[in-house]
């Protein structure tokens, strides 16, 4: 690398440009990872499990409609439906 490259790089340093990708250095992010762990552990605790599944776009939309509809999340509406299609068979 250049001299004058390297003054470059050492300016942008000063005024906050720099490298790309440096921005959660020195436990800036900590916070938010332990606040996921802290999440997943409660819903451990609580009894839930990770699902994921595929599902074609006009039902996952007919979901959401039904969600908000009645004011609940995602999640609370998707357990009853799949709850009441299980009872149903």
């Known amino acids: 690398m250049k001299k004058a490259d390297l003054e470059k790089l050492r300016g942008k340093r000063i005024t906050g440009g ?3 990708g440096a921005g959660d250095r020195f436990g800036k992010g900590v916070a938010e990872v332990n606040d996921r762990r802290e ?10 499990v990770p699902f ?4 074609h776009e006009d039902l996952v939309r007919r ?7 009645r004011g609940l999340g995602l999640n609370e509406i998707t357990a009853e439906l799949i709850a009441k299609g299980l009872e149903a068979k």
């Open 18 to 20: 720099g490298i790309a």
């Open 63 to 69: 979901i959401h409609e039904k969600a908000k509809a």
């Open 52 to 55: 994921a599944c595929k599902l």
């Open 39 to 48: 999440q997943r552990e409660r819903e451990r605790q609580q009894g839930l």
